[in-house]
């Protein structure tokens, strides 16, 4: 398993971006004294260092994703029948590892299914699937999700790792390198970039930088290219295939100021921004032990470019489980999967239930720690207010946004994926080799309390019938 441990060197404050657990306003000492239930929700941008404001009223507000009509969504979007009591809490649901392992679907994940859903097929709470594959289409991985549990998921139930994008819209009229296999450019265009290249087109703009395969190699000198856009950024979706290649190029792009033809007589520093999605460091398929993940691909670049530099690899930001802006779009997909049945009770608590113990468990308790902050926060609010003038207009307003329905977000592990339960854990984590057992990415300052589980199950479908009976909810 993943050991707990606290890193001997922790990241130094310069490198530590702002959704990183030491930089969240609500986290550090005396910064949670402020703050209503609609300020909690912006404030998940907070942790990220350039998401706009402004995006995240868009948002709010339905933004790029407003809702279809109901018999668009298969969502079941009819009033709830009078049988049940409504639900007041909902799951988040990580894929690989938890639900299917590569192309298999794991069958405690369909037992499990069978429980969350009525004779109609509806859903009887609400769900997302949360997960840091980015290398599909959000309507594919929805499809798939369906024919494997053996209900119809809509796409606006799946969040993949680079949704949040949508937010970054000082980004979307630059012109941006994305990295990563699969629909790379529909995905980055879906979520708002207008202007893209990608690996490829900068090899093949620029042969003579792709040198390691000797197969590839061009055999004559190729003609100057002189009509290659200036590259404005960099967008890494996940890992990509023929990782040296894309290696190279990426540092190549880096080192030039976003003109890979060129060559600047000083490396610039700051260099162009970095984007990366999933920083997970392995992921679980078919195979008997975990395969490299996207956090892997990060780890090499970052060690090429400080080893070629002199200095640090810095991110503009790192998207993805285990930062907060994706659990508040989760938490944004429930209120509304809520408003469309017609619940009438709001969700008080999630459960997210995960395989992977340096983000999906550490994303889960950070985002209830995050919860438990603001919580305190507006109780002072509401103290302050009261004290100076309970009739006043402020109060009044205030009023409306001190109660915040979502009390608790707990963490369940499975043992289905990458976490084992027959690892070694050392009994005094300050003893361990940081480099050898921690896991989680190189800007994210480690907490064993975050990777400690709140629940740890067998199997997805132990996971339902823990929360139901925690619940008090029938299981049929």
Not at 28 to 45: I, N
Request: proline residues 7%; charged residues 20%; aromatic residues 8%.
């Amino acid at each position: 398993m993943l050991g707990a441990v606290v890193p001997s060197n922790p990241p130094r404050e310069s490198r530590t971006p702002l959704w990183a657990p030491r930089s969240c306003p609500l986290i550090r000492g005396g910064g949670a004294r402020r703050g209503s239930s609609r300020q909690r929700r912006g404030m998940g941008l907070g942790c990220l260092r350039c998401a706009s404001k402004a995006a995240m009223r868009r948002w709010r507000r339905g933004g790029p994703w407003a809702l279809l009509p109901s018999s668009q969504r298969g969502l079941g979007g009819g009033p709830l029948g009078v049988t049940e009591t409504p639900p007041t809490f909902g799951f988040l649901f990580d894929i690989d590892g938890v639900l299917v392992r590569g192309r298999y679907v794991i069958p405690a994940a369909q037992e499990a299914f069978r429980k969350l859903v009525d004779s109609n097929g509806q859903l009887r709470v609400p769900v997302v699937f949360v997960t840091n594959a980015g290398n599909c289409l959000q309507d594919v991985k929805a499809q798939e999700l369906s024919d494997a549990l053996g209900l119809k998921v809509s796409p606006e139930q799946v969040i993949l790792s680079h949704s949040p994008l949508h937010l970054f819209r000082q980004f979307h009229e630059k012109c941006m390198l994305v990295s990563g296999q699969g629909p790379v450019e529909e995905n980055a265009r879906n979520v708002g970039f207008r202007n893209v290249v990608t690996i490829q087109d900068v090899r093949k703009a620029f042969p003579l930088l792709d040198m390691v395969d000797q197969s590839r190699r061009p055999k004559e000198l190729p003609p100057l290219t002189t009509d290659f856009p200036t590259i404005e950024g960099v967008i890494l979706f996940g890992e990509p295939v023929q990782w040296e290649t894309s290696l190279q190029l990426i540092i190549d792009v880096l080192l030039s100021n976003g003109n890979p033809g060129v060559e600047l007589a000083a490396v610039p520093y700051p260099h162009i921004p970095v984007l990366a999605c999933n920083m997970d460091l392995l992921w679980m398929a078919e195979a008997k032990m975990p395969r490299f993940g996207h956090g892997t691909f990060l780890v090499c670049l970052e060690n090429i470019y400080k080893k070629v530099t002199g200095r640090e690899l810095k991110y503009e930001a790192l998207i993805g489980k285990p930062s907060i802006v994706t659990y508040q779009y989760a938490e944004y997909l429930i209120e509304q999967q809520v408003e469309r049945r017609g619940w009438p009770s709001p969700i008080c608590r999630l459960y997210a239930v995960g395989d992977n113990p340096m983000s999906d468990i550490y994303g889960a308790n950070f985002y209830n720690r995050y919860l438990k902050a603001s919580c305190q926060a507006q109780a002072e609010v509401k103290r302050s207010v009261v004290v100076a003038d309970p009739r006043s207009e402020d109060h009044s307003e205030l009023r409306k946004d001190w109660y915040v329905s979502l009390e608790s977000c707990k963490s369940i592990l499975v043992c289905t994926g990458v976490y084992s339960p027959h690892g070694d854990v050392p009994a005094d984590p300050h003893e361990s080799v940081v480099e050898t057992v921690f896991h989680g990415h190189r800007d994210f300052r480690f907490d064993t309390s975050l990777v400690e589980a709140s629940y740890v199950v067998q199997d997805v479908n132990e996971a339902v019938e823990l929360v139901f009976e925690k619940e008090n909810w029938s299981q049929e």
